[in-house]
């Protein structure tokens, strides 16, 4: 990020070349930011890469995430992050890092959380994309 990040202005989608990091491909995802007339922000998952859809235990592709991650069975507020750490990256245009664990149903339950919420921004300003990377400390093939 901070090499296509022109330091004066957020890089847009086209300033990130997926090949550039083909290592971490399968630990990738894209989402769309949606804002809406009420101020509040959807997520739309464009791409998600294998190691993530592994760990999913549900459809991500092509879905909102609230629609994808059950927000309500879990009383911490592991589910409640998920949504509310891109919203930082989106109103801030700030990158959001954070290692640990998560109470949200995965596959790698077990395993530690490490990701990257970066923010891209086709007119340099509003985020309008959200790029993330995952990893799954101790999970299979991670």
Not at 11 to 25: G, K, S, V, Y
Not at 88 to 95: D, K, P, S
Request: aromatic share 10%; charged share 20%.
């Amino acid at each position: 990020m901070r090499a296509i990040h022109p330091g004066y202005r957020l890089p847009p989608r086209a300033a990130f070349d997926p090949m550039a990091i083909a290592h971490l491909l399968g630990h990738l995802v894209l989402v769309q930011v949606e804002r809406q007339s009420d101020g509040g922000m959807r997520f739309f998952v464009r791409v998600a890469g294998e190691v993530v859809l592994s760990a999913a235990p549900v459809p991500l592709m092509n879905r909102y995430i609230e629609s994808s991650v059950n927000l309500g069975k879990v009383s911490d507020d592991s589910q409640p992050r998920i949504i509310d750490v891109r919203r930082q990256v989106a109103e801030t245009g700030l990158t959001q890092h954070w290692r640990g664990r998560l109470n949200i149903p995965f596959r790698f339950n077990f395993a530690d959380v490490e990701y990257a919420h970066c923010p891209l921004a086709e007119d340099g300003v509003t985020v309008d994309r959200i790029l993330s990377v995952f990893y799954y400390h101790g999970a299979p093939d991670a």
